[in-house]
Nanobody, 125 residues
Framework: HVQLVESGGGSVQAGGSLRLSCVIS????????MGWFRQVPGKEREGVAR????????AVADFVEGRFTISQDNAKNTVYLQMNRLKPEDTAMYFC???????????????????WGRGTQVTVS
């Protein structure tokens, strides 16, 4: 049974940094991919960053380019989202979601084959 648990959210002033963590239990980070997504009440969930486990390929959305970085620590079964130079518009609930089989992509939050975490709130003022 795969579980994803996010942590690291909180309140920070504009220009500050946070590092979100997503720990995966029940599987290893050897195949598949993970995405970080965010959602504001009343708006659709949007993709922030994604990582493909086998080769370490990463991508981030244009609106966080140069500020956010996604990375993995296989020994800890953890994927991180380092968020720097935070802006008020980054305020959202952040979720990690994974597809733990080869061949999928992790750019569309509306796919129905993710395992999701419960989210962690980020507030930037």
């Amino acid at each position: 049974h795969v579980q994803l648990v996010e942590s690291g959210g909180g309140s920070v002033q504009a220009g500050g940094s946070l590092r979100l963590s997503c720990v995966i239990s029940g599987n290893t980070l050897s195949h598949g991919c993970m995405g970080w997504f965010r959602q504001v009440p009343g708006k659709e969930r949007e993709g922030v960053a994604r990582l493909y486990f086998r080769w370490g390929n990463t991508a981030v959305a244009d609106f966080v380019e140069g500020r956010f970085t996604i990375s993995q620590d296989n020994a800890k079964n953890t994927v991180y989202l380092q968020m720097n130079r935070l802006k008020p518009e980054d305020t959202a609930m952040y979720f990690c979601a994974a597809k733990l089989r080869s061949g999928g992509t992790c750019d569309n939050p509306n796919d129905d084959d993710y395992a999701w975490g419960r989210g962690t709130q980020v507030t930037v003022s």
